[in-house]
């Protein structure tokens, strides 16, 4: 997705090459940190998916690759200028402090809001000149990383909560994670239709037009009952979003 924004936005091909490097390293770090700070909690819920459950990789391996990717990232990230560099790394400290921590009280979602937020911020600043984001574009990303925080941990709340992780979806339930993270993804859909300057397109009506029911849909997620008929809708408002910002990138140029 950032690398594609950064195509929209107008960023040489050059710096695009760097953002696409500068952001897969930077997410590679969070993930194999998340491997490497988690794997007693993996093992004590017999979490068969992971590769240090199974023993194919040692936490100190993953500790060794996790910060040579993050060392990477930061030095590719300052090399596309302070600004850009600085807001790409936003997203990689939030991964990293939600690893380390965060994720256990209530401002579990503060990484993936900030961070969300920065991130295009960060490559519409690698383009020439290093403009601005406007604020549509910070606050869709934003609530997108707070939808895809809710989202993402829906999975995993028993066995988060039997070793003792009680981040704010744990704090709301199901159903009302469930029902904010619809909203945030309908609202990242308003902010990207109407927030640019001028009226909005007969393309951007059309997606208010699916984001309204699929909103509805996509709230009964947390009930068991419902929750096969609301991922669609839910799979369906993300991809919306993510073409919509998209799009918010091609009118900066």
């Given at each position: ?9 107008g ?15 930077g997410?590679?770090?969070i993930?194999?940190s ?14 068969g ?8 990789v ?5 500790r060794?690759?996790?910060?040579g990717?993050?060392?990477?990232a930061?030095a ?5 200028g302070?600004?850009?560099g ?15 921590g965060?994720k ?46 809710l989202?993402?941990?829906a ?6 909560l039997?070793?003792?992780?009680r981040g ?8 009302v994670s469930?029902?904010a993270g619809a909203?945030l993804?309908g ?15 007969s393309a ?6 699916l ?5 509805a849909v ?9 929750r096969?008929?609301a991922?669609?809708a ?7 979003d993510?073409?919509?910002l998209?799009a918010?990138?091609a009118?900066?140029?």
């Amino acid at each position: 997705m950032a690398t594609l924004l950064a195509v929209a936005a107008g960023v040489t091909a050059g710096r695009t090459a760097l953002v696409f490097a500068a952001v897969l390293a930077g997410q590679a770090s969070i993930g194999w940190s998340n491997d490497w700070l988690d794997a007693d909690r993996d093992r004590a819920v017999a979490r068969g998916d992971k590769p240090v459950v199974q023993g194919a990789v040692r936490p100190g391996q993953l500790r060794s690759a996790a910060i040579g990717a993050a060392a990477l990232a930061v030095a590719l990230s300052l090399a596309l200028g302070v600004v850009p560099g600085v807001l790409l790394l936003l997203l990689v400290a939030g991964g990293w402090a939600y690893n380390a921590g965060l994720k256990r009280t209530w401002a579990s979602v503060v990484g993936y809001v900030v961070g969300f937020g920065a991130l295009p911020a960060g490559v519409v600043a690698a383009a020439p000149g290093t403009p601005a984001a406007p604020w549509w574009l910070v606050a869709a990303g934003a609530a997108l990383g707070a939808a895809a925080h809710l989202a993402n941990v829906a999975p995993d709340l028993e066995d988060d909560l039997a070793t003792g992780v009680r981040g704010l979806p744990h704090r709301l339930g199901p159903r009302v994670s469930a029902f904010a993270g619809a909203l945030l993804l309908g609202a990242a859909s308003l902010a990207l239709v109407l927030g640019p300057e001028g009226r909005p397109t007969s393309a951007g009506w059309a997606v208010l037009i699916l984001a309204v029911p699929a909103v509805a849909v996509a709230a009964l997620a947390g009930s068991p009952r419902f929750r096969r008929a609301a991922f669609p809708a839910i799979l369906l408002l993300t991809v919306l979003d993510v073409v919509l910002l998209l799009a918010g990138g091609a009118t900066l140029t």
